[in-house]
């Protein structure tokens, strides 16, 4: 898997970064964000088992109208 920052540098030479901020900042990506646990997030990130952590909290965020709309926006984007 890529790293975060070899991710960043990619989407950012393919001029897409302004549009995931967009996205972030959307009424959907705000709205998520205010429904997050700030502790499920910093546990998911401190976790041995961090995949099965992100697993757990993408499927948390999936089961969303807000991340469903989301997760489909980003799809599209990438798809550019």
């Known amino acids: 898997m890529q790293s975060f920052e070899t991710l960043g540098r990619e989407l950012e030479r393919q001029g897409k970064t302004e549009r995931i901020k967009a996205l972030a900042e959307s009424d959907d990506g705000q709205k998520l964000s205010r429904m997050l646990d700030t502790r ?10 961090s995949e099965a952590r992100c697993a757990w909290l993408l499927g948390q965020v999936l089961s969303t109208d807000e991340g469903k709309r989301l ?6 984007l990438m798809q550019d």
């Open 40 to 49: 499920a997030v910093e546990d998911a990130a401190r976790s041995g088992d």
């Open 71 to 76: 997760a489909e926006n980003v799809r599209r």
